[in-house]
């Protein structure tokens, strides 16, 4: 299971763009890099998934290098809802794997 | 409204007691995950189930134990309650097993043991 790596918090103001980055140095070939977003109190929301170079969807994009050894979730002109914990993990896409969480990365949105 | 039901949303139970959450999964969905998160020790993967039989287990202490029915909705029960069991606990479903991309959570069962 590869470990994941990622600052404890962040701070960003409203219609800035924030990267996270994560760390997976010893990330095997067959696993897939996921990135999830909780708020307080409620259940991990599933935001992007990806395998290498870059995947774009109408929350958030996740760089990829080719050596898939860091991964980055970019988040274009946050807002204030999006003060949350964003967790990145690694998992392979079969049958026998699940959902391991570290600590995250908490994301604070100021006006 | 994700699609995946917890109930109770509170529980409030004294040491000692034996509860049993609840956890309907997304229409469709065969995989139930469940997991427990504290302030000290994160999101903590408990035990998954695939289509009624348990499929994988993470730290799920043997007070713990759960079913998954042939309906597809899951229990998870909590015995000899201790004060370090309060927490909140998710329940997750997936169409498969193992896709990251599957999961939906639902909003959870927060348990407050006195």
């Known amino acids: 299971l590869a470990k994941t790596t990622q600052p404890i918090s962040m701070d960003s103001y409203e219609g800035q763009e924030v990267n996270i980055t994560c760390s997976h140095n010893n990330i095997a070939t067959n696993d897939y890099i996921t990135w999830y977003q909780q708020f307080p109190s409620q259940g991990p929301r599933f935001i992007i998934q990806g395998y290498k170079t870059k995947v774009t969807n109408e929350v958030a994009s996740l760089f990829i290098p080719a050596d898939r050894k860091s991964s980055t979730l970019s988040l274009p002109r946050v807002s204030l809802s999006d003060t949350a914990v964003y967790y990145c993990l690694v998992m392979m896409n079969s049958g026998y794997s699940t959902l391991t969480f570290g600590k995250g990365t908490m994301l604070l949105v100021s006006p | 409204d994700s699609g995946v039901t917890q109930t109770p949303k509170h529980l409030i139970t004294a040491t000692g007691q034996r509860v049993t959450l609840r956890c309907s999964p997304r229409s469709g969905d065969l995989s139930v995950y469940w997991y427990q998160q504290s302030l000290d020790q994160g999101l903590q993967f408990l035990i998954q189930y695939y289509n009624g039989e348990e499929r994988a287990k993470g730290n799920i202490l043997e007070r713990f134990s759960a079913q998954q029915f042939p309906d597809l909705h899951s229990e998870l029960n909590l015995s000899s309650l201790e004060l370090g069991d309060s927490a909140l606990y998710f329940c997750?479903?997936?169409?498969?097993?193992?896709?990251?991309?599957?999961?939906?959570f639902g909003s959870g069962t927060r348990l407050t043991v006195v």
């Open positions: 997750a479903s997936s169409p498969h097993s193992g896709t990251g991309e599957g999961y939906t």
